[in-house]
């Protein structure tokens, strides 16, 4: 943790989790628990993308319970049973290469899935909160850009490598969208940006440029780099998007999609530089060839948000990078053999 998390005066007692054991979902659960007047949270996971190492820390705590599980399994909406007030999806593969060979799965944990744990939800009348993705905006690169901002009309391109996860959450935000309203549900559509941090998916082989660069130099490679470097991302620490979404639990807000992330760009050749300056290396890159429908610029508005809560994330990169370089660190190099690719 680089900052303080913000407590929460929402008052949820019982929540739920659908991807609980994955790099969000179980930052949130450990915020969560942290909080008073919780008593319960259930996790929903089928470690397909999560790690039982992710929430390790938090099995000793007795309010928190796991279902071992696929959303997409009818029955799970029966096996979670009741009594929630708040139910967080989080469920959902997250890197372009394993659409590859998952594509129907990532399609139906994000519609089978979501009308399952929106199920769940009904029987409670709990509020729920689904996770979406900077990816439903598509490749939108306006001249002159402007931060993407949640009004703006998405630009999808299928039959492409990204689209299974893109059409997936396009649906699952029109899932929440209108099947809550159906239910009678207040909803919330999170559309996150670049959030790296601890508990990331380390074995991955897409899309997960920060720890990448920060295993590479770890143990002394070349950071590889996609094409020339100047494609420009916003980075969000995970701890500022806690705070983002416990200012959010506080409001009374509903039938909203809100971006969170870091409104400063940097490029990925800037990036790789102030990993090789902090782990005090030359840098030494390694160019490959750009992923052929990569978007070359990827910032978030976050006006919204900050007219609704006040909220604006405050980890710089360099202690953010700091911080997951520590994290490495403490939890050894050595279990993460597989060496993955590098991609903005």
């Keep these: 943790m680089v900052m303080e998390r913000l407590g929460t005066a929402s008052g949820y007692r019982n929540i739920l989790i659908a991807g609980g054991a994955g790099f969000i979902g179980s930052n949130l659960a450990g915020y969560l628990l942290e909080q008073e007047g919780v008593e319960r949270i259930m996790v929903i996971d089928n470690f397909v993308s999560g790690s039982r190492r992710n929430i390790e820390g938090l099995a000793n705590d007795r309010r928190l319970s796991l279902l071992e599980m696929d959303i997409t399994d009818p029955s799970v909406v029966e096996k979670a ?8 999806h989080l469920a959902s593969i997250a890197n372009p290469t ?22 769940i ?9 689904f996770f979406s993705s900077s990816e439903v905006y598509g490749n939108y690169d306006p001249i002159p850009y402007n931060n993407l901002s949640e009004s703006l009309p998405g630009r999808i391109v299928l039959n492409q490598k990204r689209s299974p996860y893109v059409v997936g959450k396009c649906f699952g935000e029109e899932m929440a969208i209108n099947l809550c309203a159906r239910k009678g549900l ?19 082989n897409y899309g997960r440029v920060i720890p990448n660069f920060c295993i ?17 991302r916003s980075f969000c620490h995970i701890d ?16 909203m999609s809100i971006n969170i992330g870091y409104p400063d760009p940097t490029s990925i050749l800037d990036l790789a530089g102030m990993v090789s300056k902090i782990l005090g290396l ?17 910032i978030p508005d976050i006006t919204l948000i ?12 360099r202690s953010g990078l700091e911080d997951m370089i520590g994290w490495f660190r403490k939890i050894g190099m050595r279990k993460y053999d597989r060496i993955t690719r590098s991609d903005g």
């Design 81 to 88: 049973g009741r009594g929630f007030d708040l139910v967080l």
């Design 98 to 119: 394993d659409y590859e060979t998952c594509p129907v799965e990532t399609l139906l944990v994000n519609s089978d899935g979501s009308r399952n744990v929106i199920d």
């Design 121 to 129: 939800a009904g029987r409670s009348k709990a509020r729920y909160v």
């Design 186 to 204: 207040k909803h919330l559509i999170i559309r996150p940006f670049n959030i790296y941090g601890p508990n990331m998916d380390l074995m991955t």
């Design 216 to 232: 590479w130099g770890l143990r002394g490679m070349p950071l590889r780099i996609h094409g020339d470097g100047r494609q420009v």
């Design 240 to 255: 500022d998007l806690v705070n983002a979404l416990a200012l959010l639990l506080k409001k009374d807000i509903t039938g």
């Design 282 to 298: 030359p840098e030494n890159f390694q160019f490959v060839e750009r992923y052929p429908y990569e978007p070359a610029i990827r």
């Design 306 to 317: 900050g007219n609704l809560t006040g909220w604006k994330p405050e980890v710089d990169l």
